[in-house]
């Protein structure tokens, strides 16, 4: 609930002796539910803030303010008997997976090490054996025995992220912190890894955070959909309606440049679609730079729709709507007045943009036409 990250920046001598502090605003004012037996996306462009949120979810870092429940109580502060409890029950995983295994390591050090952190190793060899034997079948890597004894380098990128999710299932977890876990994959093998993670959710009645930039993953993967622009929630509601009635322009923007909104980027995998009745935006297709041959960054939607702008710096955010600089709609009122969650038809699925404003009556939203 409202959760807010500040991190301080380094600053010049001038800068401390003139009494400035300044922070960058990573998360602001986030609030978002997860369920068990269901999967949230976050959706954003790099630098959005979206790791920062799974991260806090963690308690890898520590919040500047707001608050964290579990189960409907607070989670402990890092350190001590509870919060180990806590880290049992909410598990994640990272993009890297080469990062995050370690590799002088083999995968029944990694598994075994997590079963007796997590006290669930059992009790003699034998039992050990037949909780990795089913650890690995969890993940699909059968038979056991051809992978427990290797180093994370003579596995694919596919098969250590399989791993990594073992791992993770290893403490027996309710939340599954996923941070793109499958950007950093073969495109021929993501689908496999977001199939075995839906999977995981429907068998073990899972909690899953999704992170990704990729806005066509969260329609196939996520039952609900949030997008967040510079720090804070723009838009939420369940994953079809946000990705193909996009409410807020920042999400519109997303959709009209991702590679193709209609697949998940590059597994060349049809996800079938209704008539999409996406706002056709200033910002769509049409205003895409030619292919100059220049190089793209391709984990980045936006970073081929020059003609938009940059992100801004979260250091001194924009005031009002902190997509106004960018917004084709802007209007006077989105220079200075932060935009709250508006409720628009679709139930569960809101914006905060003034273009959602009610305009007659209270708390009367006007729904996606006012666009
Ligand atoms: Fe654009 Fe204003 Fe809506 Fe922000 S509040 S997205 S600037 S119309
Ligand atoms: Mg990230």
Known sequence: RRLTKHFPVRRSVRALRRGERPVVHAVDDVSLTLRRGAVTAVVGESGSGK????????????LTSGELLLGGTAVPLRGGRSFRAHCRRVQMIFQDPFGSLNPVHT?????????????????????????????????????????????????????????A???AMAADPEVLLADEPVSMLDVSIRLGILNLLRDLRDRLDLAILYITHDIASARYFADETLVMYAGRMVEGGDSETVTQRPAHPYTQLLVASAPDPDRITGTGVDVPVGESDAHATPAGRDLLPADTGAPVDTEDPLSRDRGTGEPPSLISPPAGCRFHPRCPFAMERCRTELPPRFDLPEPGHWAAC???????????????DAA
């Open 51 to 62: 790791s920062t949120v799974a991260r806090l979810l963690a308690r890898l870092y520590p």
């Open 165 to 167: 999710i073992a791992r």
């Open 107 to 163: 995968v029944r050090y990694h598994l075994t090490r997590s079963l007796r952190v997590h006290g669930r190793a059992g009790k003699g060899a034998a039992e050990t054996e037949r909780a990795l034997t089913e650890l690995l079948g969890r993940v699909h890597l059968t038979p056991a025995s051809r992978y427990l004894d290797v180093f994370p380098h003579e596995l694919s990128g596919g098969q250590r992220q399989r791993v």
């Open 354 to 368: 003034w273009l959602h404003a009610p305009t007659t009556g209270e708390g009367e939203a006007t729904g996606a």
